[in-house]
């Protein structure tokens, strides 16, 4: 007996493989290689979780109401032009389920996020990479490989993992020479993490380029990665085709209630940003010191260059520290650093400083 034979363009796909949680033999260990909030989750958000626990044996709500109207009110968004997802992950899916097909092209940059050509070649169509500059996205790039297959354009802004970010005005030309035929995807994972005054998350494009579609997680800067829960900004018209696709009720009844908490929680917001910006700094200033490069970056992470990447992870590893090595993204002497608690990054420090290269 044999089990049948899957479509021959999953065969391609290579399974995506998170950050390591665990070491073995080591009850104590520090996780950065995720990018999660290292403060966890606000106090309101873990409140309402443990409340939902009341009525679990309801279905949830499918249009995630409540949820919806939480984050238009924060945002200044109309609540019906958001729809909510199991994980931005979940939204990134259902996009390239709509509009690509087979042989069709989706097109992100050079060190773009893993799940975009995952998810292109579960429906068969081709994930097509654009060139960086100088590990930063790179507009003409983008646009030079706009074929007349292209049917989606993903970009991380700010990318994960380079952490550079593209401007307002970069964003603006993109969205304004890229086919209409062309779905732009601003995946702003990261977004709430950038104090650039010339950034933008892209919603105010959304209003003028009904092809550009902004994503969003509730995994960050919320500390809820364990829930699955991220949303989209859109246009009506995607919003529709969005809410054809998706499952009839594809976030918890816990994502939702405790992601309402959470949208709410600013407080949580701001001091998680505080931390972030401030231990970022400091450990970008201290790597400098032991002579090691980090990328500029305005997100939750760093990548830093090692002459033997793979030997550093395992240094760091041996201190029950665990980093995310970058191969699969084409940065084979980088590791991603996600900035964690003072202690944290006090351990990584001391670790590396005996560290031979
Ligand atoms: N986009 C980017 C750029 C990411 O880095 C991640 C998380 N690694 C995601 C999307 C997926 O996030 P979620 O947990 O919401 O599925």
Redesign the pocket.
């Known amino acids: 007996m044999m089990a049948p034979t899957a479509r021959s363009a999953i065969y391609d796909i290579a399974p995506y493989v998170?950050g390591a949680s665990a070491i073995e033999g080591r009850d104590q260990v520090i996780r950065l290689a995720?990018?999660e909030n290292p403060l966890g989750a606000g106090t309101a958000a873990v409140d309402a979780y443990r409340a939902a626990g009341d009525s679990l044996f309801r279905y949830p709500d499918g249009g995630a109401t409540a949820l919806r109207q939480a984050i238009a009110e924060v945002h200044g968004l109309p609540a019906d032009q958001i729809v909510c997802?199991?994980?931005?992950?979940?939204?990134?899916a259902l996009l390239v389920r709509a509009y690509a097909g087979p042989g069709d092209e989706v097109l992100y940059s050079e060190h773009?996020?893993l799940?975009y050509p995952i998810t292109a070649r579960t429906q068969g169509a081709v994930p097509v990479q654009a060139p960086e500059r100088n590990l930063r996205s790179d507009v003409d790039a983008l646009l030079a490989a706009v074929t007349p297959r292209t049917r989606l354009l993903f970009l991380?802004n700010?990318?994960?993992?380079t952490g550079s970010y593209l401007s307002r005005d970069e964003l603006e030309a993109l969205a304004r020479e890229l086919p209409d035929e062309v779905l732009l995807v601003i995946?702003a994972?990261?977004a709430e993490y950038v104090e650039a005054a010339d950034y933008s998350d892209g919603n105010e494009l959304v209003d003028r380029h009904p092809n550009v579609v902004v994503?969003?997680?509730?995994?960050?800067i919320y500390g809820l990665?364990a829930l699955?829960?991220?949303w989209a900004y859109a246009a009506p018209e995607v919003i529709d085709i969005l809410n054809r696709v998706r499952g009839p009720f594809n976030v918890s009844a816990a994502a939702q209630i405790a992601g309402e908490a959470a949208v709410r929680d600013r407080e949580h917001v701001a001091r998680s940003i505080a931390h972030n910006s401030r231990w970022r700094t400091w450990f970008t200033e201290q790597l400098a010191r032991l002579n090691l490069r980090a990328e500029p970056s305005v997100a939750n992470f760093v990548i830093v260059r090692f002459a033997d990447a793979a030997g550093a992870a395992e240094h760091l590893k041996q201190n029950g520290i665990l980093v995310r090595q970058m191969a699969a993204y084409g940065l084979p002497d980088h590791l991603r650093i996600t900035i964690g608690t003072e202690d944290d990054m006090r351990a990584v420090i001391d670790a590396l400083s005996n560290y031979e290269q």
Do not use: W
């Not at 997802?85 to 990134?92: C, T």
């Not at 994503?215 to 960050?220: A, I, N, V, W």
């Open positions: 998170g995720s990018n997802g199991a994980g931005s992950d979940e939204l990134i773009g996020f799940m991380a700010p990318n994960n993992p995946d994972a990261y994503t969003r997680t509730f995994s960050k990665a699955r829960l991220g």
